[in-house]
């Protein structure tokens, strides 16, 4: 098997190249385990499937197929953490998720959360609910719009892309209580100038503005000893499936011993050695696990509690 050399993607050069169209991605979706009336939040790279007849928007039709009227489908639309000006609800700066969330956003009905460094757009019943107030509670964290779509039994679909870009996993570390969750970090901004949806300019403060998560893909062969992930491949693109909720226990439980778990060890990462030093001794968190038998923004006013 032929992977990416990009730890973000994830597909199989093995697999024939050919053009996939709405009928193989709703097939495909639906063999993975996404179903009628889902709620889900989606990150997608179209690269990793080789080819997709009309692009993006076949994605995006395939998931509303499936997942019918009464269904949700979410995408994050982050920018970089280092973005200068100021922000502007009714034009964002490029985000880096990919060209899924960009048509998202300007899709008929679709709405979008205003939020200065870690906007999603929604599209579905219970789009008003999950974007409600987001500048006002974490960017990605507790309450934020995928928090809400796990409580109300979303899922997460990860189409060619691998951990890495999983939102979700950020919202299990808030309720981990990792202790790096949270702590300003000299090089992410505490808060940025943001023009609202009416017009006003506003403070926005960013306290819980999540880091980095080149280091996510430690909790795959957790999920799969769990049976809480499901896999399969939709032309090139390897896809995965999970409840949002499950995934979020699960990370709570995978960071219970050791809360530096899930932080990476690559030599340029310039968040993790940072983040570490919060962490515990880690000689005695090894000997935790070791002993363990596995189982398997605010107008500077405040933020909502």
Same mark, same amino acid.
């Given at each position: ?51 997709? /007849? ?42 880096? =998720? ?22 999603? !757009? ?10 409600? /107030? ?32 999983? =939102? ?40 819980? =503005? ?28 390897? @896809? ?8 979020? /226990?699960? !990370? ?11 932080? @990476? ?32 923004? =605010? ?7």
């Amino acid at each position: 098997m032929t992977v990416s050399a990009d730890p973000r993607k994830d597909f199989d050069l093995s697999v024939p190249r050919h053009p996939v169209d709405r009928v193989e991605l709703v097939t495909g979706l639906r063999h993975l385990g996404l179903e009628l009336d889902d709620r889900v939040i989606v990150h997608a790279s179209l690269s990793s499937f080789g080819i997709v /007849d009309g692009g993006a928007r076949t994605v995006i039709e395939a998931v509303l197929e499936v997942i019918g009227t009464q269904g949700t489908l979410m995408a994050p639309h982050y920018f970089s953490p280092h973005y200068e000006g100021v922000y502007d609800h009714h034009a964002p700066p490029p985000t880096y =998720t990919g060209t899924v969330p960009r048509v998202l956003r300007t899709w008929s009905g679709a709405v979008f959360s205003f939020h200065p460094s870690h906007p999603v !757009a929604v599209l579905g019943k219970d789009a008003e609910h999950l974007i409600r /107030d987001h500048y006002l509670v974490s960017a990605a964290g507790k309450d934020s719009p995928p928090d809400r779509l796990a409580k109300i039994g979303g899922k997460v679909l990860l189409l060619g892309v691998t951990q890495w870009v999983n =939102t979700m996993i950020h919202v299990g570390e808030a309720y981990a209580g990792v202790p790096y969750w949270g702590q300003p970090h000299p090089d992410r901004r505490r808060g940025r100038w943001a023009i609202t949806p009416d017009g006003r300019r506003v403070w926005v403060v960013l306290p819980e =503005t999540p880091g980095d998560s080149a280091g996510f893909h430690k909790i795959d062969p957790f999920l799969i000893e769990l049976g809480a992930i499901s896999f399969g491949l939709i032309g090139q693109a390897r @896809c995965r499936l999970m409840r949002a909720q499950a995934l979020i /226990d699960a !990370a709570v439980e995978f960071l219970r011993l050791d809360p530096g778990s899930l932080l @990476c060890d690559q030599p340029d990462c310039y968040y993790c050695p940072w983040a570490m030093q919060f962490l515990p001794d880690r000689a005695q968190v090894t000997q935790q696990v070791e002993e363990w038998p596995p189982v398997a923004c =605010t107008q500077v006013v405040q933020r909502k509690e």
